[in-house]
Nanobody, 120 residues
Framework: QVQLVESGGGLVQPGGSLRLSCAAS????????MGWYRQAPGKQRDLVAT???????NYADSVKGRFTIARDNAKNTVYLQMNSLKPEDTAVYYC??????????????WGQGTQVTVSS
């Protein structure tokens, strides 16, 4: 099995910054893509950002220029640096990963989520 554990959420004022981390552990042969999604109360879970193994990022339009995704392949960890936070960024943020536990067997995993609240 594979576990994704997020950390770094919390309460921040508008305009502030937070950095989320997500570490993958367990039986891992290869992690292809990692990413972050978020879900606000009463809304669907939406893409925030993803990053390929070679470092190529993809961002939702709503966070471009404010959020930066990065990964450390040696540590099986993905990060999300969030700057210029707005109240509408308030949500539970979920880590996601496409993992090969054994060669040729690809599965998708989710973390348990971490709350980010942007409020004055």
């Amino acid at each position: 099995q594979v576990q994704l554990v997020e950390s770094g959420g919390g309460l921040v004022q508008p305009g502030g910054s937070l950095r989320l981390s997500c570490a993958a552990s367990g039986r891992i042969f290869f992690i292809i893509a990692m990413g972050w999604y978020r879900q606000a109360p009463g809304k669907q879970r939406d893409l925030v950002a993803t990053i390929a193994r070679d470092g190529r990022p993809n961002y939702a339009d709503s966070v471009k220029g404010r959020f930066t995704i990065a990964r450390d392949n040696a540590k099986n960890t993905v990060y999300l640096q969030m700057n210029s936070l707005k109240p509408e960024d308030t949500a539970v943020y979920y880590c996601n990963a496409d993992v090969e536990r054994v060669p040729g067997q690809l599965d998708n995993y989710w973390g348990q989520g971490t709350q980010v609240t942007v409020s004055s």
